[in-house]
């Protein structure tokens, strides 16, 4: 029951913000790059695990990843300047996150 509850919310909150993005672009990044899923995320983990350890754990990748996820959207930033497609944007985008990832295991290591 849990799971159908997060994966509700989730949902919501994606189907919103993606609708919201035809009519006001800029309203929907903000809403999206707040950190509502990291909020309901980290409160169900606890409520599930019932660990503080664990769910400061999370919350510390959490902080780590953030950063590193902006690494996706640079080859959007520099994509009218590299006269880029959108496919090749998008796959730029994704090797660079493949490469935060690596970079993100090795900072977790660190704490």
Known sequence: MIFVLKTI???????????LAGQYPKLAGFIIALPI???IAI???????????KTIMYAKSILIAVPLSYFFFLPFFFA???????????SSGLL????????????????
């Open 9 to 19: 919310a989730a949902g919501l909150i994606i189907a919103f913000s993606s609708w």
């Open 37 to 39: 899923a990291s909020l």
């Open 43 to 53: 409160v169900f983990s606890y409520y599930e695990h019932n660990d503080t350890e």
């Open 80 to 90: 009218k300047q590299l006269n880029m497609n959108f496919w090749i944007i998008y």
């Open 96 to 111: 660079l996150l493949i490469l935060a990832y690596f970079i993100h295991k090795f900072f977790v290591k660190l704490f």
